[in-house]
């Protein structure tokens, strides 16, 4: 009898480990924005292996942004972002995961410095979960990175960064926001250093952050994606503009 209920217990978790990794090697989007955002052109140079790379062809700046995408959203979905952000002179790397989830490859940001010595400062960021992620890194490395971008994301409770008083922090959120809502949000304050720059995008939901359409259980957008991404993008210029003019955080 015991070598049955044992071997029903192994079934059941197999089977429980099998649905878990179909689940998260299904992620959403990318929507076709995303897909053209990864050609390269005169201005942008795209890599797509190890890491989604934005490459400025003339004049990079001195720094730049790692960003970690949203629990099971598939990484090409941030691509017009953060292709936006090289625009703008800063070289950007979306980190693709361990099965689609930021909280099992944390430590990743470390790799990508390590490639691109050249970048004298960077900002870590991401979206939901990689937002969360991005924080874990920030705080379990105390002065790697010299900014963080919170798109939609607040740390959890044990990476308390309200002491990084050498860390530029921009937290930006959507007011119709279904699930990093804006309760969460302001809860979030304690854990941030007190100059932490708040963004909450009126009409903004929380899919909007990327380009991979709708989303369970988040709200209705009243403003279109493409003016939602327009805030986010200015938003995260700022912080690197503002880590790029110094050197360092104030």
Do not use: C
């Not at 015991?2 to 197999?14: A, C, G, P, S």
């Not at 995961?97 to 004298?120: I, Q, R, T, W, Y």
Request: aromatic residues 8%; charged residues 15%; hydrophobic residues 50%.
């Amino acid at each position: 009898m015991w070598k049955k209920i044992l071997v029903v217990l192994v079934i059941i978790v197999v089977a429980a480990v099998g649905a878990f990794v179909i689940w998260a090697e299904t992620p959403l989007g990318p929507m076709p924005e995303a897909i053209a955002a990864l050609q390269s052109d005169a201005a942008v140079r795209v890599e797509t292996q190890p890491w989604y790379v934005f490459q400025p062809v003339d004049g990079p700046k001195s720094a730049g942004f790692i960003f970690y995408p949203g629990g099971r959203v598939d990484p090409r979905s941030y691509a017009p972002t953060a292709r936006a952000i090289a625009e703008a002179g800063y070289p950007a790397v979306i980190v693709p995961m361990p099965l689609n989830l930021a909280v099992f490859g944390a430590g990743k940001a470390s790799d990508v410095m390590a490639a691109f010595p050249e970048v004298e400062q960077w900002i870590i960021g991401g979206h939901s979960l990689g937002g969360a992620m991005g924080a874990n890194f920030a705080h379990d490395n105390p002065g790697a990175v010299q900014g963080l971008a919170l798109w939609a994301a607040y740390p959890a409770s044990n990476d308390d960064l309200s002491a990084a008083a050498n860390l530029a922090v921009t937290s930006i959120s959507a007011a119709s926001d279904g699930l990093a809502t804006p309760d969460k949000i302001e809860a979030s304050r304690p854990l941030l250093p007190p100059a932490t720059v708040w963004t909450p995008i009126q009409g903004g939901n929380h899919a909007q952050f990327g380009w991979y359409g709708e989303q369970p259980g988040d709200g209705q957008a009243t403003i279109s994606r493409e003016e939602q991404q327009a805030q986010i993008v200015a938003a995260t210029l700022a912080l690197l503009e503002q880590i790029d003019a110094s050197g360092a955080a104030p």
